[in-house]
C-alpha cells in the first residue's frame, strides 16, 4: 500500500499537499507580477492590441488564466479535495489519482479561458470593423458587471451550486477508482464549477487577470457561496452589489469617453 497523501497543518490542515502548493504558488505568482508592475501587460486589451502575434497572447493568456484558475478556484473546492483525498488514500497510487482530478479540474476551465479569450478577440475584430460598435466600447466594463449581476439570480446558478455545497454526496455519486475516475470526476466537478462562478469569472477577465484585488475579493465570494452553511444567502446580496457597481461604472465610463456631457 502507498503512503498517504502528506497533509499540510495549521490552516490548511487536511488539504492534500498538491493542492496547497499549487494554490500558494499561484498566488506567489500573482503577487510577483502585481509587485513587478507588469500586471497591465496582462490585460486582454493589451494582449490583443499589443502587437503580439496573436499564438504568443493566446499562450501568455492560457499561462496566466491557469494560474488565476488555480488561485481562485480550487479554494472553492477544498471540501471536496478533502474528501477525495481520504478516499484515494485507499487507492493503490492516491497521488496519481489527486493528479488525474486536479488536471480533469483544469481542462474544463482551461476550455473555458480559451472560449473567452475567442470571444473577446471576436469582439475586438468587431469592434475595429464597425463605427456604431466602437462607440459603445466604453460599456463594456460595466455591463459585464451587469451581466455577473443578473446571473446571481438565474436556475442555472442555483442548480450548479447545488452541486458543489454537498461534496460528500458528490463523491459518494460519482466516485471511481484509478485515473481515469478522478478525471471524469474533475471534469463532471469542473462543469459545475463554471456552471456557477462563470459570470464571476469574466470580471476578471475584464478587469485583468493579476488584479489582486479584485482577485481576492471574488475569491472570498465564492468560497463564501459555495463552501459555507450560509452561502446561499450571500448570493443575491452578491447580485445587487454588482448591479450597483454597474450602476455606477457605466454611467461614470460613458462621461470619461465623451457620450455624457
Given amino acids: 500500500m502507498a503512503r498517504p497523501l502528506a497533509r499540510t497543518r ?4 487536511g488539504i492534500p499537499a498538491p493542492a496547497a502548493v499549487a494554490i500558494a504558488t499561484a498566488w506567489a505568482l500573482a503577487l510577483a507580477a502585481q509587485a513587478s508592475g507588469r500586471s497591465g501587460l496582462l490585460s486582454h486589451d493589451w494582449l490583443i492590441e499589443g502587437g503580439l502575434p496573436i499564438t504568443d497572447a493566446f499562450a501568455i493568456h492560457l499561462g496566466a488564466w491557469l494560474v488565476m484558475v488555480v488561485a481562485m478556484m480550487l479554494p472553492t473546492s477544498l471540501p471536496l479535495l478533502r474528501m477525495f483525498g481520504t478516499a484515494a488514500d485507499r ?8 493528479a488525474a ?27 475595429d470593423a464597425s463605427a456604431p460598435l466602437a462607440s459603445l ?19 442555472l446558478k442555483d442548480a450548479c451550486l447545488k452541486q458543489c455545497r454537498h461534496p460528500g ?12 475516475g478522478a478525471v471524469r470526476l474533475g471534469v463532471r466537478h469542473g462543469v459545475f464549477c463554471v456552471g456557477c462562478c462563470w459570470a464571476l469569472m469574466l470580471i476578471m477577465f475584464a478587469v485583468g487577470v493579476a488584479n489582486l484585488l479584485w482577485m481576492a475579493v471574488l475569491t472570498a465570494i465564492m468560497v463564501h457561496e459555495k463552501t459555507r452553511p450560509r452561502g446561499r444567502d450571500g448570493v443575491p446580496v452578491t447580485g445587487v452589489a454588482l448591479l450597483g457597481a ?16
Fill in 91 to 98: 487507492q493503490e497510487h492516491p497521488d496519481r489519482a489527486m
Fill in 246 to 261: 454597474a450602476a455606477i461604472v457605466l454611467p461614470y465610463s460613458a462621461y470619461a469617453a465623451g457620450v455624457l456631457g
Fill in 137 to 155: 466600447e466604453w460599456a463594456i466594463g460595466g455591463l459585464t458587471l451587469a451581466a455577473a449581476g443578473v446571473f446571481q439570480f438565474s436556475s
Fill in 10 to 13: 495549521g490552516l490548511l490542515d
Fill in 169 to 180: 454526496v458528490f463523491l459518494f455519486r460519482y466516485y471511481q477508482r484509478g485515473s481515469g
Fill in 101 to 127: 482530478l486536479l488536471g480533469g479540474y483544469a481542462l474544463v476551465w482551461a476550455l473555458f479561458g480559451i472560449a473567452a479569450f475567442g470571444a473577446d478577440v471576436g469582439l475586438h475584430a468587431a469592434i
